[in-house]
């Protein structure tokens, strides 16, 4: 586990990176720990091409945040635009 004030630093820097790239959170957590879509989708059992399509939905499912959540070892709300 990390401790606090890491975990801040690490969230404000993927804030950055989804500002300046108009990346969503799900992208740039997913670069930010240096996985592929293709592993993040083995992860939870899906297709690269599926969660690819995830990454790029604006308002995604609670299902879908929860799985992917879970894959990265982050909480919801650090998924959610």
Do not use: C
Not at 37 to 54: D, K, L, N, P, S
Not at 59 to 65: D, E, I
Not at 69 to 80: H, P, V
């Amino acid at each position: 586990a990390m401790a606090r004030g890491e975990s801040s630093v690490e969230g404000k820097r993927v804030v950055v990176r989804v500002d300046e790239r108009s990346m969503s959170p799900m992208a740039a957590w997913r670069e930010h720990f240096n996985l592929t879509q293709a592993e993040v989708a083995g992860r939870i059992g899906i297709t690269q091409a599926a969660y690819a399509q995830m990454e790029r939905v604006k308002q995604p499912r609670k299902a879908t945040l929860e799985k992917i959540a879970a894959a990265l070892g982050l909480k919801i709300e650090q998924l959610r635009w």
